[in-house]
């Protein structure tokens, strides 16, 4: 059973597999980071400074707290901003992997254009195929492929 078992997890796809999802948390840690540190700076300034990671609605009377994690102890929030923010966070993943899955396509119809190089028939080859034509003609059949 511990045999199979170390077949089983050292087989190439599982492995392959656990580094796609430790490169995916990686990537994810830098598309956070330039959702947060890049891009919301940005929209911030253009529309005035808003801080969207703090915008929410108090759903009942006891939230006044203009701090999103203050007022989520007084009461329940709806915290739309953090939302946006998600929402940003996965726009700029799918377009990036959008355009690596672009770029790999691309290179992929690029080597399925190369011309396919014909290997030369050896020499010994071509006089055996032109015997048996010859042998075919003489005997009034149709040389074969």
């Excluded at 915008?55 to 009461?75: I, M």
């Excluded at 726009?91 to 899955?101: G, K, Q, S």
């Amino acid at each position: 059973m511990i045999k199979e078992f170390k077949e089983f997890a050292l087989k190439g796809n599982m492995v392959d597999l656990a580094i796609g999802i430790i490169i995916g948390a990686a990537f994810s840690g830098l598309v956070n980071s330039v959702v947060q540190d890049l891009f919301m700076p940005i929209v911030a300034t253009i529309t005035g400074g808003v801080d969207f990671s703090n915008k929410f609605v108090g759903l009942s009377a006891a939230v006044n707290s203009t701090n999103l994690a203050t007022a989520r102890e007084q009461g329940p929030v709806l915290a739309y901003g953090n939302f946006i923010t998600l929402l940003i966070n996965f726009t700029i993943v799918a377009f990036i992997l959008f355009m690596v899955v672009k770029g790999m396509n691309r290179l992929k119809r690029k080597e399925e254009a190369k011309p396919v190089e014909i290997a030369e028939v050896p020499r010994n080859e071509k006089l055996l195929e032109e015997i048996r034509d010859l042998l075919a003609r003489s005997n009034g059949t149709a040389p074969r492929a």
